[in-house]
């Protein structure tokens, strides 16, 4: 079964940066989406931005213009870079990977996560 571990992330000043890395225990070719989600204390979690194995990406509004992200197939792991970081980006962070195995049954899987703390 797919296991995933997040890590990079740590405490920030507002206007720095980030790159959190998704390490995926078998290869990525075959995951249909893998997705960072994040949530914040108090709140909902949330999809930040999902990349397809086809390598088609989307973003969330509130990162639009200062994330990116993106797989690296040949280590299995997916990145999401984050650029002029603010107080309102703080929360812990969550790579998800969704799909189907071989024999139809839809899989989602959750990582641990890792904290970003945005404060000067």
């Known amino acids: 079964q797919v296991q995933l571990v997040e890590s990079g992330g740590g405490l920030v000043q507002p206007g720095g940066s980030l790159r959190l890395s998704c390490a995926v225990s078998r290869s990525i070719i075959g995951i249909n989406v893998i997705a960072w989600y994040r949530q914040a204390p108090g709140k909902e979690r949330d999809m930040v931005a999902p990349?397809?194995?086809?390598?088609?990406?989307e973003y969330a509004y509130y990162v639009k213009g200062r994330a990116t992200i993106s797989r690296d197939n040949a280590k299995n792991t997916v990145y999401l870079q984050m650029n002029s970081l603010t107080p309102d980006d703080t929360a812990v962070y969550y790579c998800?990977?969704?799909?189907?195995?071989?024999?139809?049954?839809?899989?989602?899987?959750w990582g641990q996560g890792t904290q970003v703390t945005v404060s000067s």
């Open positions: 990349i397809t194995g086809g390598g088609s990406t």
């Open positions: 998800n990977a969704m799909g189907m195995d071989v024999q139809g049954t839809f899989y989602n899987t």
